[in-house]
Nanobody, 125 residues
Framework: QVQLVESGGGLVQAGGSLSLSCAAS????????MGWFRQTPGKGRECVAT????????YYADSMKGRFTISRDNAKDMVYLRVNSLKPEDTAVYYC??????????????????WGQGTQVTVSS
């Protein structure tokens, strides 16, 4: 069973950037599609981006295109999320997850599992 640990969150001013990391243990991530989601209080997890097992293809939710970049290093069992031009509405807990199933949705929370504990990103205006 893979365990995921997110890191890199923090308090940042609007317009700034952050690089989030997701480290895996217990199982290699090589070849496994992964995703980043975010969640604000009282809401379900919102898809940010997904990446293929090889890292050669990625998907971004419409509202995330342009400022978010997902990447991975299979040799290190790491997945990353770079966020630029941060806005106060990006404030959320960010999670990485393993894609376990493939429904008709490009990025549905129900298709992902092995959630980490998340890393808090807070953007001040």
């Amino acid at each position: 069973q893979v365990q995921l640990v997110e890191s890199g969150g923090g308090l940042v001013q609007a317009g700034g950037s952050l690089s989030l990391s997701c480290a895996a243990s217990g199982h290699s991530l090589s070849g496994i599609p992964m995703g980043w989601f975010r969640q604000t209080p009282g809401k379900g997890r919102e898809c940010v981006a997904t990446i293929s097992g090889s890292g050669t293809s990625s998907y971004y939710a419409d509202s995330m295109k342009g400022r978010f970049t997902i990447s991975r290093d299979n040799a290190k069992d790491m997945v990353y999320l770079r966020v630029n031009s941060l806005k106060p509405e990006d404030t959320a807990v960010y999670y990485c997850a393993v894609r376990r199933t493939f429904s008709s949705h490009a990025c549905s929370e129900a298709d992902f599992g092995s959630w980490g504990q998340g890393t808090q990103v807070t953007v001040s205006s």
